[in-house]
């Protein structure tokens, strides 16, 4: 949370007096139609998350409703919002309260579920230096020389394959450690592949990230200085929002610079992409805070018994 307040307070500091006013005004005057119209395709994500929990729980012998999940799904980004990565175990209690499903499996099925996430940010990173090679090239060799980004593509295949053969033949405690976290979240995720419904879990899983990104995409037509942007810019925007929101509480702070930084590798002035970062994460957190404070209450009445 300090590191996020830290970042307003650089990023205001940024600017002079007529750049904050010009900041102001793009709040004023932003098409704030594009906005709820993003807000509904992360709902629909939320939705879709709660949804395809239920094909995880049902691998594992557990029955939930759609409802539950849904509602815990969103007061785990309610929580997270408050103290990071809390929403995960805040998840997996609510369906140990509710559905009296047991907190460990409740709690493996979210794991497996963000390594399945984490391949595909992994993903769409790779999808964003395909699409945007050029402009991400001229900008790593004009941040880094030439020679020093060699030498560090040197050194991390020779640490990489150092690391494969210490991981293999390594009898150290700590490699043997890690090497049984690797092997659990291997079988975590090659658990997906396993489940009667691992079509209609896949199906999800590309609804809600394709939600994320259109929830992006859309945004930025809220402002006519963003919206020319292109799909391939846009996905390095919204790989630097996504590595954000786990940077700080709920991207605090770390969103808007983020965002701008990478928007401005494109030409975005940094008053129109700290705009834009902003318009969007304010409404993005306005929308966990009332869904997660609606939850806590929704879920009593839910759940008379």
Not at 47 to 76: C, D, E, H, P, T
Not at 131 to 159: D, N, R, W, Y
Not at 213 to 221: G, P
Not at 261 to 274: K, R, S, V
Request: glycine share 8%; no cysteine; charged share 10%.
């Amino acid at each position: 949370m300090l590191i996020g307040v830290g970042l307003i307070v650089w990023q205001y500091n940024q600017f002079n007096q007529e750049q904050l006013l010009e900041i102001k005004n793009y709040f004023k005057t932003a098409d704030y139609r594009y906005i709820v119209i993003s807000t509904v395709l992360s709902v629909v994500s939320l939705a879709s998350r709660g949804y395809r929990w239920k094909y995880s729980l049902a691998y594992m012998g557990y029955q939930s409703s759609f409802i539950n999940n849904f509602l815990a799904v969103n007061i785990s980004y309610f929580m997270n919002l408050t103290i990071p990565r809390s929403g995960e175990v805040s998840r997996a209690l609510v369906l140990k309260r509710y559905d009296n499903i047991p907190f460990d499996k409740g709690f493996g099925t979210i794991i497996a579920e963000r390594i399945i996430d984490l391949v595909l940010l992994v993903l769409f990173v790779l999808m964003a230096l395909v699409l945007e090679f050029k402009a991400l090239k001229s900008f790593l060799t004009e941040l880094i020389p030439f020679e020093k980004l060699l030498i560090l593509g040197v050194i991390g295949v020779v640490g990489f394959f150092v690391f494969v053969y210490l991981m293999i033949y390594s009898k150290n405690a700590w490699f043997l450690w890690f090497k049984n976290k690797i092997s659990g979240l291997v079988e975590g995720l090659l658990s997906v592949f396993k489940m009667p419904n691992k079509w209609w879990f896949l199906f999800h899983t590309l609804v809600i990230w394709g939600s994320y990104l259109y929830t992006f995409y859309i945004a930025v037509f809220a402002l006519p200085e963003t919206s020319g942007v292109t799909f391939g810019q846009m996905s390095v925007a919204f790989i630097a929002g996504s590595l954000a929101v786990t940077f700080t509480n709920g991207g605090i702070g770390a969103f808007p610079v983020f965002t701008a930084q990478a928007l401005f590798l494109f030409g975005i002035a940094m008053t129109a992409g700290t705009a834009f970062g902003w318009i969007l994460w304010a409404s993005q957190t306005a929308l966990l805070i009332i869904l997660g404070g609606l939850s806590f209450m929704l879920l009593p009445l839910f759940n008379k018994k």
